[in-house]
């Protein structure tokens, strides 16, 4: 079965540099998720997008953004890295918003140097 | 604010042994994840427990879930080595029309041969 696909798998950025992650949910899913979890941490929820539309936002920075495209895929951006942004990163998908579940992608892991 | 509490946070048992993780939280929510992680790898969906009273088996893995307690408990019985991982909890929190997952602190489990 279709799984979430994220990329890339790792990234390194110098401090101050900006990166793009990218997420491709499962088909037909309708609902897009990024989190963010740091070392020995739980995930924190950033941002979603429901049909395209930003649908909630959490502890995202402000040197953050993300959109979703047409396709449904989305990307973060991430601008002006600090050393504290070095996390791994999910994106999660579902569909009806979570009735099924929710699937979460192989993850990027971002390290800030 | 929801907030989910795990515990115990770190967990080593001998194989063979059961024991059970708790996940409280503080909000009304009907809907509870729980999700496996090893080190550095993605978040594998464990179940998906969506009323009161809904109890799903996996192997060695039972979940069950109290919503009027707010309280959901993973139980592993005879654990083996291949259970050692990070469990999570989460809760799908639907307020004012948002939906994203809060998960718990974590659960590390190391079953010792």
């Known amino acids: 079965a279709a799984g979430v696909i994220q990329s890339p798998r790792h990234l390194i950025k110098e401090k101050r540099e900006t990166a793009t992650l990218k997420c491709y949910p499962i088909?037909?899913?309708?609902?897009v998720y990024w989190y963010q979890q740091g070392p020995g941490q739980d995930p924190q929820f950033l941002i979603s997008f429901y049909e395209k539309m930003q649908s909630d936002k959490g502890s995202i920075p402000d040197r953050f953004s993300a959109q979703q495209f047409s396709d449904y895929h989305s990307e973060l951006n991430m601008s002006s890295l600090e050393l504290g942004d070095s996390a791994l990163y999910f994106c999660?998908?579902?569909?009806?918003?979570?009735?099924?579940?929710?699937?979460f992608g192989s993850g990027t892991r971002l390290t800030v140097v | 604010e929801l907030k989910v509490e795990q515990n115990p946070l770190f967990l080593s048992m001998q194989e063979g042994k059961n024991y059970t993780i708790y996940c409280n939280y503080s909000t009304t929510s009907d809907r509870l994840y729980w999700y496996r992680q090893d080190p550095g790898k993605s978040l594998e969906s464990l179940f998906v427990?969506?009323?009161?009273?809904a109890v799903k088996q996996e192997g060695r893995l039972m979940a069950s879930l109290d919503t009027k307690a707010r309280l959901s408990t993973l139980h592993i019985t005879a654990a083996v080595h291949d259970l050692s991982a990070t469990y999570f909890c989460a809760v799908d929190y639907s307020g004012a029309g948002s939906y994203q997952l809060t998960f718990g602190k974590g659960t590390k489990l190391s079953v010792i041969p």
């Open positions: 427990l969506l009323s009161n009273g």
């Open positions: 088909p037909r899913h309708d609902t």
């Open positions: 999660a998908s579902s569909l009806g918003r979570g009735l099924a579940g929710y699937t």
